[in-house]
């Protein structure tokens, strides 16, 4: 079993910025090996991928609306990911989630919610107008 957690979340101005972590821990884990996602999901909307991470962290990917404005990051001696997000939007407001896939295959992009084993709880975002 994997447990994330993810922290971060509040309430914050449009134009201003936000970093979320996802703490990971488990037994007999191993959190080096994992391909990591950030997701989020806002009222009356289905999932949307934000960004994820390979396990060694040299390549990322973003979704369309988050690109040159969000990064994400890993520091796998401390088992945590990040979601550096600026310039935030009316339209970013939602529930982050983070995600733990445990066999990311070699063509991994991190894009489908289906293939990530491991969820954390959330949390909320929301960026006034």
């Known amino acids: 079993q994997v447990q994330l957690v993810e922290s971060g979340g509040g309430l914050v101005q449009a134009g201003g910025s936000l970093r979320l972590s996802c703490a990971a821990s488990g037994h007999s884990f191993t959190f080096r090996l994992y391909g990591m996602g950030w997701f989020r999901q806002a009222p009356g909307k289905e999932r949307e991928f934000v960004a994820a991470?390979?396990?060694?962290?040299?390549?990322?990917y973003y979704g369309d609306s988050v690109k040159h404005r969000f990064t994400i990051a890993r520091d796998n001696a401390k088992n945590m990911v990040y979601l550096q997000m600026r310039n935030l939007k009316p339209e970013d407001t939602a529930v982050y989630y983070c995600a733990a896939d445990v066999n990311p295959l070699r063509d991994w992009r991190g894009q489908i919610s289906s293939e990530y084993d491991y969820w954390g709880q959330g949390t909320q975002v929301t960026v006034s107008s």
């Open positions: 991470i390979s396990y060694g962290g040299a390549n990322l």
